[in-house]
């Protein structure tokens, strides 16, 4: 993962994958700032982190997706790169949540 991001101007956390992952994912999301982020996930990990965010999107994808985390979440894609066009064309996700 590391590799692939090499030169971006980002930082890169890797949550351990035990037991009380998906607690840990939902705790950095609150020390980034839950108002400032935008989580996005599918599985039954990631369905804290999705809640927390300002932003939560699940992903359907051939893997599928754990209801709860659907169910927390403001949006749903059919993967990552429908997720990354609503964030790069915000008219998109008003359209999407608007009442």
């Known amino acids: 993962m590391a590799e692939a991001v090499e030169g971006l101007p980002l930082r890169t956390t890797i949550i351990s994958a035990d037991a009380a992952q998906d607690e840990a994912k939902r705790a950095f999301v609150r020390t980034l700032g839950a108002d400032h982020v935008c989580a996005v996930g599918n599985g ?49 996700l008003v359209a999407t949540l608007r009442r």
């Open 44 to 92: 039954r990990n990631d369905a804290g982190m999705v809640a927390e965010a300002a932003l939560g999107i699940a992903l359907i994808q051939g893997e599928g997706a754990w209801p709860g985390t659907v169910a927390a979440a403001d949006v749903v894609c059919t993967g990552i790169g429908p997720a990354l066009e609503i964030l790069l064309h915000p008219t998109r």
